[in-house]
């Protein structure tokens, strides 16, 4: 008989939306502004404080980073403060996560999540912050943080997260044009090598014009030509609203030095799209 490998079995769950429920979509995000200047920080806000317990799978929603016929790229930074307050300090927990031309949220479109598989210790808050390509807009934000896993050996988590393609100065990701009505793209780098071995990716789209158009497209990323992972679902309208499926982390041991790759292939005459990589480690 061979061995049975348990489940994950989470003792711990803290979110950040609470209240009383809309009945027209999740309530209660917070709402984080960019600067009034194009492609920099805005003020930093508390999403969670003082957490009761240690993280071990931080899920992190967001929505409403959009305006109608204008480009509007948008980079979120999750941040840190391992002393419970809202001293975030230089350096991001996460950094510069692609969530420009995101729905509003309703009771049929839900927030777009990220998931990492990430280790936060108990004490900590967590805080974020965006940048826009187009100044003083603003996106919400929620989080999902769950930990006290009974069965360790059930799940992994990494410490830190590689940004992988993205230009923080634009606030956009990495450009690349899908094939057109159903043929793929050729497998094409992005971004630079892996800085270091990781367990986990978690990918991104965004799109990257002021004139989308409303087409669906398939994205799938890789290394040598292989894909790894599930393919995503992007979608645009006109009024440069999109979402992506699916929303789960792709666990995916890489060594230092590994390439990512991406291709896609579009329902009609594609557009560009901005890609971008998050590597737990």
Known sequence: MGLITKPPSWGHCTTSYSGTPAA?????????????????????????????????FLQIGYAAGNTSTTEVNMLLDILIDPAGGTSWGSVPLINDLLVGFSPNVTSTSPPQWFHFPIWIKSGSSIGARVRSSAASDNVSIWAIAQGGNANPSSWWCGSAVETIGVDPASSVGTNHTPGSSGAFSAWTDFGSALTAPCGALQFAMQGSTATALALGYYFEFGVDSTRIGPNYYKTLTTSEVGMCLPWAPVFCALPTGTQLQVRATCSGAPQAIDVAAYAVN
């Open 24 to 56: 027209g979509g999740l309530s209660s995000g917070v709402l984080v502004t960019a600067s009034s200047g194009a492609n920099v920080d805005g003020s930093s806000l508390p999403v969670i404080t003082n957490l009761t317990h240690d993280v071990e």
